[in-house]
């Protein structure tokens, strides 16, 4: 089981499409969200994924669960998810060093408006470059959860 480590900041313009390396169309439901657990199904490009999240003591790491499966199958769980289905680009931006790497999801529908990029740690330590788009850190709010934005879009608030 992996344990996930990720910061989430708000980003302030577009400039980061420009630093992009790749994009892709994200579409993503929820089957299960309790007491911080998330049971997702997600549609990445033309490939399916089932996720599990445990919930996160700290806002910054938690346990998650990632298998890819069929696209076919991924379609079908749709009918199971709660309502609000997420529906974003993802935009990949080097960080800068190497290694790391910013996703910039760009929400569409009833979260449009709302642009977040996240980046994935080694560890709560680890020191990363920021560009001159990423904004405020969000890292622990709730709010921005995309299993908050499914039941509570950003455009509600």
Known sequence: ???????????????????????????????????????????????????IKGPSQDGLSRMEWEKEIPFEDAKDLFALCLEGIIDKTRWIVPEGNGTLKFE??????????????EIELPSPETEFNRPEWLGEEVTGDRRYYNSHLSKLPFMKW
């Open 1 to 51: 089981m992996h344990i996930e480590t990720e910061r989430k900041f708000l980003v302030k313009d577009t400039s980061y499409k420009e630093a992009s390396t790749e994009s892709h169309h994200l579409v993503q439901g929820y089957i299960c969200t309790s007491g911080g657990r998330t049971v997702r199904v997600r549609l990445y490009d033309d490939t399916g994924y089932l996720t």
């Open 104 to 117: 910039v999801d760009e929400f569409h529908g009833l979260n449009a408006g709302l642009t977040v990029a």
